[in-house]
Nanobody
């Protein structure tokens, strides 16, 4: 069983950058494809970015492509989400998730494609 814990998010102004991380314990982190989802108030949870177990492929929602970067360090059992040029519409609770994969199929099912979840961390962007 994998446990996932996100770092603290934060409150930033539009245009700023923020990097959040998600540390795993238990299980075999290096065998899981990992993803970040987000859920804004009153909205459904949506896929943000995903990365394969060996970090040889990454996937992004169109809304964050070119601004966000997902990465991982298997030696640290950690996945990261670097967010640049943040916009107020990026305000959400960001949650990391893991899947036994493969990511390119699991992401098509959205949240249902994931097997493990963190509790989430709030990122607030003000204009």
């Amino acid at each position: 069983q994998v446990q996932l814990e996100e770092s603290r998010g934060g409150s930033v102004q539009a245009g700023a950058s923020l990097k959040v991380s998600c540390a795993a314990s238990g299980g075999t982190f290096s065998s899981y494809d990992m993803a970040w989802f987000r859920q804004a108030p009153g909205e459904a949870r949506e896929f943000v970015a995903g990365i394969t177990s060996k970090a040889d492929n990454s996937y992004y929602a169109d809304s964050v492509k070119g601004r966000f970067t997902i990465s991982r360090d298997n030696s640290r059992k950690t996945v990261y989400l670097e967010m640049n040029a943040l916009k107020p519409e990026d305000t959400a609770v960001y949650t990391c998730a893991g899947t036994r994969g493969p990511m390119h199929l699991a992401m098509l099912s959205g949240p249902l494609g994931m097997d493990y979840w963190g509790k989430g961390t709030l990122v607030a962007v003000s204009s």
